[in-house]
């Protein structure tokens, strides 16, 4: 069925494009009775005005793309909340893609939303592959920030934590506990090899000389983490630090199929505070991410870029903390010397 076009409705309407233009834009000069008719006509031919032509026509874009990794992963769940809450107070709305690790399919919706002609984009990529294609986007006047993963190449504005620092400080907090075959799990993307880095860092400084055989890839997904975490516990780990909130569900299914009690057999730290995540038998140490404030800010960068085209180039890093419950033995620890 062909599409139905304005001058359609304004034959149904028996009126110029004009006056239904004017109808639909809500202008306060047309009469009431012409404006019925024009209302029924769209309604009788299901008449939806095209957006982007609208918006073309006015002059302004309200619109902002925002393309995530993992829809599944909590971590995102919390900062498309914070870009939504901030861009609707701007009186601006989101289109969502997920490209779930998929480099065709995040191409695809950066050429997409480009078509779209959004006002700017909000990306979490998945690797430097994309680095061409974003800043072939920026040249064409495309605003882009980037969240979480931050990749190295040219100037882009940018919003991530300090991965680093957050997986030195739960790794710090195990060794303080006396743990010494600490494992690791992490994610293939540039926040776990972030993670990955304070991780040895922490080991280095204690004078621990990381061992391979305790490193392994979780994957992006709990079914990768289980296996990667059961591959894990054939080395007798006496802790495992867990590098994202998926991989910490992998690992902890795997425990429990093991029989290995946490912490009592293995301590357990997480990178993701999770809502559930005090809620678990052994309520879960975890470091926390300002989840609502990296959406917050991203917007923020967006509209500043949009205001300001040659601004200069900002990248905003927050600080993480360390959650600490009961999954690493700090209260065993405590009961015991008391």
Do not use: W
């Given at each position: 069925m062909p599409k139905v076009k304005l001058q359609d409705v304004a034959d149904y309407a028996q009126v110029?494009?004009?006056?239904?233009?004017?109808?639909?834009?809500?202008?306060?000069?047309?009469?009431?009775?012409?404006?019925?008719?024009?209302?029924?006509?769209?309604?009788?031919l299901d008449y939806y005005p095209d957006r982007l032509a609208r918006r073309l026509r006015k002059g302004t874009r309200d619109v902002i793309g925002v393309v995530i990794s993992d829809i599944q992963?909590?971590?995102?769940?919390?900062?498309?909340?914070?870009?939504?809450d901030a861009a609707y107070a701007q009186q601006m709305h989101i289109v969502l893609c997920n490209t779930d690790e998929d480099t065709a399919r995040l191409n695809t919706y950066l050429r997409l939303l480009q078509e779209e002609n959004v006002a700017g984009l909000i990306v979490s990529v998945?690797?430097?592959?994309?680095?061409?294609?974003?800043?072939?986007?920026?040249?064409?006047?495309?605003?882009?920030?980037?969240?979480?993963?931050?990749?190295?190449?040219g100037p882009m504005d940018g919003v991530r934590v300090d991965n680093v620092d957050g997986a030195r400080q739960a790794v710090q907090h195990l060794l303080k506990l006396g743990c010494r075959r600490i494992g690791i799990l992490y994610p293939p993307v540039i926040?776990?090899?972030?993670?990955?880095?304070?991780?040895?860092?922490a080991l280095r400084d204690a004078g621990i000389t990381p061992d391979e055989r305790l490193m392994r890839v979780g994957g992006y997904r709990v079914e990768s983490a289980y296996h990667a975490t059961c591959e894990l516990l054939d080395d007798v780990?006496?802790?495992?630090?867990?590098?994202?909130?998926?991989?910490?569900?992998?690992?902890?299914?795997?425990?429990r199929v093991r029989g290995l009690r946490i912490p009592h057999e293995v301590a357990l730290v997480g990178f993701d505070d999770m809502p559930w995540a005090q809620d678990l038998y052994v309520p879960l140490t975890a470091v926390a991410q300002p989840t609502y404030e990296i959406g917050q800010e991203?917007?923020?960068?967006?509209?500043?870029?949009i205001s300001d085209p040659n601004a200069d180039?900002?990248?905003?890093?927050?600080?993480?903390?360390?959650?600490?419950?009961?999954?690493?033995?700090?209260f065993l620890q405590e009961s015991a010397s008391t």
């Open positions: 110029s494009k004009a006056t239904v233009s004017r109808v639909l834009n809500n202008h306060p000069t047309v009469a009431s009775s012409i404006r019925d008719r024009v209302l029924n006509a769209v309604q009788i992963n909590p971590y995102f769940q919390s900062v498309i909340r914070a870009v939504e998945t690797d430097a592959e994309h680095l061409e294609l974003l800043h072939a986007l920026q040249q064409n006047g495309t605003p882009i920030i980037l969240i979480d993963r931050l990749i190295e190449g926040t776990g090899q972030e993670r990955l880095q304070g991780y040895q860092a780990p006496d802790a495992i630090f867990a590098a994202n909130s998926m991989i910490s569900l992998g690992a902890l299914r795997a425990l991203a917007v923020r960068l967006l509209l500043r870029r180039f900002r990248t905003v890093t927050l600080r993480t903390h360390l959650v600490v419950r009961e999954s690493c033995g700090i």
